[in-house]
């Protein structure tokens, strides 16, 4: 159904396509996977930092082939398949399911405080933009969202939610050191994730380097509605909605939709590399 909604507002809107300035550019659609397979590096990484501090998993090779292999839930709407496939895994070597789905919701609080850091730069350039103001009017709704996630990063608050949740055999509290790097890996792979988004942009139309940090901006807002979807709605196709909205204020409404499926097609296509890497390590 989803494919016959979207074939229908491309060839709706057929005249438009044809009448845009297309300026393809191969090498921009090579660059943003690239750009992509970094971004996923960088999560994969921190979801082993993670599991090496707070459930004693040490083997960063298998943390890493847990995160790869757990990915390609994230294609089943709804998150608890996602979270089920980790917790399957690490129930092999003895981590309890309770444990992994907390720890996903910790990995899930450090993507959304690291992403309220990233917007804190690019929202502010993109609400003041007149073309923005109209569709961002409701942004204020994400401010509790990240109030919570910033009560939840505190060390003291973290370890006692830890503590009253059972898992009172952690041998080490998250310290600031510990919580600030998790945070900054999240905070580059929110950037390198912009990056593809403005590469895949530039794939079909040149855009100038001066207009990244609204790109980024757009690619935070974008997310952030799609991680909140999927806590709540299932967050199917959230993010592809989003990215079509807000890219329309810039391109017209059809090559908007065009740029966000190319991005569910760099999306699944470094997906499909993160499930090869699995099966080598």
């Given at each position: 159904?989803?494919?016959?909604?979207?074939?229908?507002?491309?060839?709706?809107?057929?005249?438009?396509?044809?009448?845009?300035?297309?300026?393809?550019?191969?090498?921009?659609?090579?660059?943003?996977?690239?750009?992509?397979?970094?971004?996923?590096?960088?999560?994969?990484?921190?979801?082993?930092?993670?599991?090496?501090?707070?459930?004693?998993?040490?083997?960063?090779?298998?943390?890493?082939?847990?995160?790869?292999?757990?990915?390609l839930?994230?294609?089943?709407?709804?998150?608890?398949?996602?979270v089920?496939?980790?917790?399957?895994?690490?129930?092999?070597?003895?981590?309890?399911?309770?444990?992994?789905?907390?720890?996903?919701?910790?990995?899930?609080?450090?993507?959304?405080?690291?992403?309220?850091?990233?917007?804190?730069?690019?929202?502010?350039?993109?609400?003041?933009?007149?073309?923005?103001?109209e569709?961002?009017?409701?942004?204020?709704?994400?401010?509790?969202?990240?109030?919570?996630?910033?009560?939840?990063?505190?060390?003291?608050?973290?370890?006692?939610?830890?503590?009253?949740?059972?898992?009172?055999?952690?041998?080490?509290?998250p310290?600031?050191?510990?919580?600030?790097?998790?945070?900054?890996?999240?905070?580059?792979?929110?950037?390198?994730?912009?990056?593809?988004l403005?590469?895949?942009?530039?794939?079909?139309?040149?855009?100038?380097?001066?207009?990244?940090?609204?790109?980024?901006?757009?690619?935070?807002?974008?997310?952030?509605?799609?991680?909140?979807?999927?806590?709540?709605?299932?967050?199917?196709?959230?993010?592809?909605?989003?990215?079509?909205?807000?890219?329309?204020?810039?391109?017209?409404?059809?090559?908007?939709?065009?740029?966000?499926?190319?991005?569910?097609?760099?999306?699944?296509?470094?997906?499909?590399?993160?499930?090869?890497?699995?099966?080598?390590l």
């Amino acid at each position: 159904m989803s494919v016959l909604i979207i074939a229908g507002i491309l060839m709706g809107n057929w005249e438009t396509l044809v009448a845009f300035d297309w300026q393809i550019t191969p090498i921009w659609l090579l660059i943003g996977l690239l750009l992509l397979l970094v971004n996923f590096a960088l999560n994969a990484w921190v979801w082993h930092l993670l599991s090496d501090k707070l459930v004693a998993s040490h083997n960063a090779r298998f943390n890493i082939k847990v995160w790869c292999y757990a990915n390609l839930l994230r294609r089943i709407p709804g998150t608890v398949w996602f979270v089920a496939g980790r917790a399957m895994q690490y129930e092999k070597i003895g981590v309890s399911k309770l444990r992994v789905s907390i720890l996903s919701g910790i990995e899930l609080a450090l993507i959304l405080g690291a992403g309220l850091l990233t917007g804190l730069v690019a929202l502010p350039i993109l609400i003041l933009t007149p073309a923005f103001q109209e569709t961002l009017k409701g942004s204020w709704l994400l401010i509790p969202i990240f109030v919570l996630v910033g009560l939840l990063l505190h060390p003291r608050v973290l370890g006692k939610l830890w503590g009253r949740l059972g898992q009172s055999d952690l041998q080490e509290q998250p310290t600031w050191r510990d919580i600030s790097l998790w945070v900054g890996l999240f905070v580059v792979a929110w950037v390198t994730g912009g990056l593809t988004l403005f590469s895949t942009i530039n794939f079909v139309h040149s855009l100038p380097i001066s207009e990244f940090i609204p790109i980024l901006g757009i690619w935070v807002v974008a997310n952030t509605v799609s991680v909140a979807g999927a806590l709540t709605i299932g967050g199917f196709g959230l993010r592809e909605i989003s990215l079509t909205v807000l890219l329309s204020q810039i391109v017209p409404a059809p090559v908007a939709l065009v740029i966000s499926l190319l991005m569910r097609v760099i999306w699944l296509a470094a997906e499909l590399l993160g499930a090869l890497v699995s099966l080598l390590l």
